[in-house]
């Protein structure tokens, strides 16, 4: 009785591997690349997100306040603990996504329409976006590239593909984590990354998403 149930442990996650290759296969080639091209931004995106690069390093404020020891003989300074917290960007999850919707941009995607869905899923990802302390910015997945993808079409009929990625992978990465890089320390995380979840992270999957929908 317990062999089927161990196939659809081993196999299932398997087959939704599979299945998510194949969606982002069908979704890069629907921004103008080869089976090949999008075959090999995929691999890069997948390799890539094991790569953290740090931007730059903030002090974060101590919970542990200076204070002094007063014995009959004899007294202790204890200075306050000091905690840095360095902010980095994921190849894969932001590095990549945000330099592809750039050259999509420069070549495939209708440079207004795209200028107007970045405003419209920035200022949605903002106003969703939630500071989480322990786990990150917290957002509703399927939001920005509904709305990215909305956008594209009612601006872009005629090539909506390339303008609901752009709209929605610059949309987010602004919206979500630029915009709220004020509050990151809030996180009381010492190593924060954009984009950390690799390939599952929402700047990668919402153009994935953006541009099948569209």
Known sequence: MLWPLLYILIFLPMLMAHLFFHAAVFSFSRLGLTPKGAF????LSVLGSAINIPVYKQRLPSRHPDYLAVHPFYFFYYPPKV?????????GGAVIPV???????ATRADLIPSLLGIAVVTAISKALARIVPGVGIAMPAFVPPIAAALVALLLAPHNPAPVAYVSG????????????????KQLEAQVVSIGGAGIFDGIFLVGLVAALLS
Do not use: E
């Open 40 to 43: 090999l931004l995929f691999t």
């Open 83 to 91: 905690n840095y917290q360095v902010i980095c960007v994921n190849v």
């Open 99 to 105: 330099l592809f919707s750039l050259h999509l941009l």
């Open 169 to 184: 992978v610059l949309g987010t990465f602004l919206g979500a984590d630029i915009l709220n890089l004020p509050r990151i």
